[in-house]
């Protein structure tokens, strides 16, 4: 999909539709008064009618009969002014990309953004070129009869004035990559667990290795059992499939910070032993949805030749209940030694994330972000919509939640409070890995801690906006690529010199 950065205006737009936007009750303003006025007051009359509201999600093609050069105008709803920023416009932008697309258009120009006065041309040009890339995934994997093709053949963002053109150009490469690598983390998150095993998640891997140049090393179990990572060797034990750490380096700069991007990936979690209610067990597929997070942000940090040493780790497991299955009671030695008592089969993530974030450590890592669908309790403090963050170093917390600001992920910070360790506490090991129902997503965060020692560190965890169960017109149902853009977007910070 070309994405072209213009000064043209959009009764100048030649394509299959030109989409202009419209807030709540307010006059036509910008570009839709100048696309009225050639459309010999139409859009003003739906809206005197009521036809048209300014809605969010409200999106009414109408055709220009040679009116404008574009074959059609897409007037798009973009709700209260007072409520606009730039999560609205992308919403907008998202669900006109995605009717538009359905309607068979493959040149669009888009004004949309021209409603907006307060964010600066870049952050806006970001917001809808990444929200196109979101809409228009199709997710059918693995139908196979597919409707294609899912994207554009262009995006014209219209009404960029000269001075800010390469700037925006910019922006919209790094829109154009991270939008890509939204998608393609959706991709692996969607496909079944009996095609993303811990292996095939290793080639993924390797995959990117080859196409970008970065560097990719897979432990397989016996390495894994000569350095010692107990915990995640203790969650794979139930299952057929071997697990396996996989560690990609890609070094843009060659000193300065040493990033680690940790991704959880459990390729399937039935919870083991501790095994989990059969209604929504399908879903667990999505398990690995930090591990895509990580391999869809590697892809994107090497294509853009991002000035950063960073490295990917993958701890890749299933979770199954087996004759070989680790139980409820043992006690396991993870990676680095300290010793861990298993209350439950099903909090395994964080088993596997603390051999990973001890490995990433020694490997050398000052500031480690993990990323994991880690915590039902995570969707219950805060929904489908929103992360969790946890760290020990507010300079990097903040730094994640702003990443987040700026790429249309929001996220939430939560306490990890000294009080909260105690819960923890174990009888016969150094800690256990669940310390009851409260604070369910604080002791994920804190027993991760407890693997970090005083390197810099942040939890995202991504249980709840991984995963939407709702069609929504911006963005169909199914995996999200949650963290995918954070992750880049923070990358780009830290390479700035800003944390
Ligand atoms: N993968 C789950 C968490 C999860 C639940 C992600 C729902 C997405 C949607 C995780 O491994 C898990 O099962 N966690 C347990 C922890 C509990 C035993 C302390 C949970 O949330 O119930
Ligand atoms: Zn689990
Ligand atoms: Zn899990």
């Not at 009618?49 to 809605?55: A, D, L, T, Y």
């Amino acid at each position: 999909m070309d994405i072209r950065i213009s000064a043209e205006s959009a009764d100048g737009y030649v394509g299959d539709a030109v989409v202009v936007g419209l807030f709540e009750s307010a006059a036509l303003s910008g570009p839709a008064v100048e696309v009225n006025a050639r459309l010999d007051g139409m859009i003003q009359r739906l809206v005197d009618v009521g036809e048209i509201r300014g809605r969010p999600f409200e999106v009414t093609i109408l055709h220009t009969y040679g009116k404008l050069p574009a074959a059609r105008v897409a007037v798009v709803g973009l709700g209260q002014a007072r409520q606009a920023d730039l999560f609205a416009l992308r919403r907008a932008a998202g669900a006109a990309a995605r009717i538009l697309r359905d309607r068979g258009c493959r040149r669009v120009g888009t004004a949309l953004h021209q409603a907006f006065s307060g964010p600066r041309p870049e952050q806006l040009v970001r917001a809808v070129v990444e929200a196109a890339y979101v809409g228009l995934y199709r997710g059918e994997e693995r139908k196979t009869r597919r409707e294609l093709p899912d994207e554009f053949d262009e995006i014209a963002v219209l009404g960029v004035a000269d001075e800010h053109r390469e700037a925006a150009s910019a922006v919209a490469r790094v829109a154009q990559v991270g939008g890509t690598a939204t998608n393609y983390a959706r991709r692996l998150v969607n496909l079944p667990a009996n095609d993303i095993t811990p292996t095939a998640l290793a080639e993924q891997a390797v995959d990117i290795g080859k196409r970008t140049g970065l560097e990719v090393e897979v432990l397989e179990p016996a390495r894994l059992r000569e350095i010692g990572m107990g915990a995640l060797l203790a969650v794979a034990s139930g299952s057929d499939q071997p697990a396996c750490l996989i560690v990609m380096r890609y070094r843009g700069k060659g000193s300065g910070p040493q990033v680690a991007f940790v991704g959880k990936g459990l390729t399937f979690d039935s919870g083991g032993i501790s095994i989990k209610p059969a209604e929504k067990m399908h879903i667990m597929k999505s398990d690995m949805a930090g591990a895509a997070a990580v391999l869809g942000a590697m892809q994107a940090v090497a294509e853009l030749k991002i000035p950063l040493d960073v490295m990917g780790v993958i701890p890749a497991s299933e979770n199954l209940p087996s004759g070989h299955a680790y139980r409820p009671g043992d006690v396991l030695t993870a990676f680095g030694g300290s010793t861990i008592e298993v209350i439950s089969t099903d909090a395994e993530g964080r088993l596997i994330l603390a051999d990973a974030l001890g490995y990433a450590r020694q490997q050398g890592a000052t500031h480690l972000i993990d990323i994991a669908t880690l915590t039902g309790a995570c969707i219950i403090a805060l929904g489908y919509t929103t992360a969790g963050v946890m760290g020990n170093d507010n300079e990097l917390v903040e730094a994640v939640l702003d990443a987040g600001e700026r790429v249309g992920e929001r996220m939430w910070r939560l306490p990890l409070f000294p009080e909260y360790r105690a819960m923890l506490d174990s009888l016969v090991a150094d800690l256990k890995n669940v310390g009851g129902r409260p604070a369910g997503t604080i002791l994920g965060g804190w027993f991760l801690r407890e693997f970090v020692g005083e390197t810099s560190w942040v939890h995202i965890d991504i249980a709840g906006t991984s995963w939407s169960e709702e069609n929504e017109p911006h963005q169909i149902e199914g995996a999200t690529g949650a963290g995918v853009r954070t992750l880049l977007a923070l990358a780009e910070r830290m390479a700035g010199g800003v944390m």
